[in-house]
């Protein structure tokens, strides 16, 4: 039983709607979703109906494009889009950031697959630029993240504030599971959990959205065998610490036509997680640049 993953599929792409329906099936292995699946409640669903189709075990956490309100879709916000998320997760079976850490004795086991939700709050910048002036220093590069238009924090007062709770939160659940169980975690996030794995350089101010300084220990903080995440739409395998990083996005269709062109299919970019490979003898190595798998 192998766990693989992938994130950023973004099924409101008719073309991604298209890839994800040649998801092939893998009866005894496990997948992880790293969140953006899309906007609406009617695109997780078509993620989760398919992806528990075909896996034994299913594994989600949010990313910001779940959180979206928009319109002609939603009028939910916040805290309550999220927990409308939750629940169509629980209706599929697939295990989620409010649910318990899950014991997986597959290959690369016994761990603890912990998907978890931390939002952001502007501190990946440099030290000279202050909280307040983060926004006009993006704004100075014509960056302005489509969240801050449509990704409401209520009932927090800002996504800052929002983000301080999910910290302290999953920071908590993640020690006492810890504690609890004394077995390695599988760290499943949306946002990269560290700022030196942010590497965007078209739009390098849209790091401000890209996760918390809060999150930058807790590979060493904790008993962590490997972090999944999404949102930079850059894939790659980095190794810190002997921990593992996998950044697994697919990503907008654009960002993957070459894989396309090559003649392979979404299943060609899911990345196997355990059993994975070992660590090199020095705990780090060279980022490992991913074009596919």
Request: proline fraction near 7%; charged fraction near 30%.
């Given at each position: 039983?192998?766990?693989?993953?992938?994130?950023?599929?973004?099924?409101?792409?008719?073309?991604?709607?298209?890839?994800?329906?040649?998801?092939?099936?893998?009866?005894?292995?496990?997948?992880?979703?790293?969140?953006?699946?899309?906007?609406?409640?009617?695109?997780?669903?078509?993620?989760?109906?398919?992806?528990?189709?075909?896996?034994?075990?299913?594994?989600?956490?949010?990313?910001?494009?779940?959180?979206?309100?928009?319109?002609?879709?939603?009028?939910?916000?916040?805290?309550?889009?999220?927990?409308?998320?939750?629940?169509?997760?629980?209706?599929?079976?697939?295990?989620?950031?409010?649910?318990?850490?899950?014991?997986?004795?597959?290959?690369?086991?016994?761990?603890?697959?912990?998907?978890?939700?931390?939002?952001?709050?502007?501190?990946?910048?440099?030290?000279?630029?202050?909280?307040?002036?983060?926004l006009s220093w993006?704004?100075?590069?014509?960056?302005?993240?489509?969240?801050?238009?449509?990704?409401?924090?209520?009932?927090?007062?800002s996504r800052d504030?929002?983000?301080?709770?999910?910290?302290?939160?999953?920071?908590?659940?993640?020690?006492?599971?810890?504690?609890?169980?004394?077995?390695?975690?599988?760290?499943?996030?949306?946002?990269?959990?560290?700022?030196?794995?942010?590497?965007?350089?078209?739009?390098?101010?849209?790091?401000?959205?890209?996760?918390?300084?809060?999150?930058?220990?807790?590979?060493?903080?904790?008993n962590v065998k490997?972090?999944?995440?999404?949102?930079?739409?850059?894939?790659?395998?980095?190794?810190?610490?002997?921990?593992?990083?996998?950044?697994?996005?697919?990503?907008?269709?654009?960002?993957?036509?070459?894989?396309?062109?090559?003649?392979?299919?979404?299943?060609?970019?899911?990345?196997?997680?355990?059993?994975?490979?070992?660590?090199?003898?020095?705990?780090?190595?060279?980022?490992?640049?991913?074009?596919?798998?």
């Amino acid at each position: 039983m192998k766990l693989y993953a992938i994130a950023d599929i973004h099924l409101s792409y008719q073309s991604n709607r298209e890839a994800w329906a040649e998801l092939k099936e893998f009866p005894d292995d496990g997948l992880i979703i790293a969140g953006d699946i899309g906007e609406s409640a009617a695109q997780l669903e078509t993620a989760f109906e398919k992806a528990t189709s075909c896996f034994r075990h299913v594994f989600w956490c949010p990313g910001n494009h779940e959180l979206y309100t928009l319109g002609s879709v939603t009028d939910l916000k916040g805290e309550e889009k999220y927990n409308e998320c939750v629940e169509i997760a629980r209706k599929y079976g697939v295990h989620n950031p409010e649910d318990d850490f899950f014991r997986w004795e597959g290959e690369g086991g016994p761990v603890l697959i912990a998907p978890i939700f931390t939002l952001y709050d502007y501190s990946f910048r440099p030290d000279h630029v202050s909280r307040e002036n983060a926004l006009s220093w993006a704004e100075e590069e014509d960056i302005v993240a489509t969240d801050e238009a449509v990704l409401h924090p209520d009932p927090h007062p800002s996504r800052d504030a929002w983000c301080s709770h999910l910290v302290s939160k999953f920071s908590s659940k993640l020690a006492a599971a810890q504690e609890e169980h004394g077995i390695p975690l599988v760290i499943i996030n949306h946002w990269p959990l560290r700022e030196d794995l942010v590497y965007i350089p078209r739009i390098p101010r849209f790091s401000l959205w890209c996760g918390t300084k809060e999150t930058h220990e807790w590979h060493r903080r904790f008993n962590v065998k490997v972090v999944v995440s999404g949102h930079l739409h850059v894939r790659r395998t980095d190794w810190k610490d002997g921990v593992r990083f996998e950044e697994v996005s697919l990503g907008y269709p654009r960002q993957w036509k070459d894989v396309r062109d090559s003649g392979l299919d979404v299943n060609s970019l899911l990345r196997e997680i355990l059993p994975g490979p070992k660590p090199p003898p020095e705990g780090e190595s060279p980022t490992q640049w991913r074009r596919w798998g």
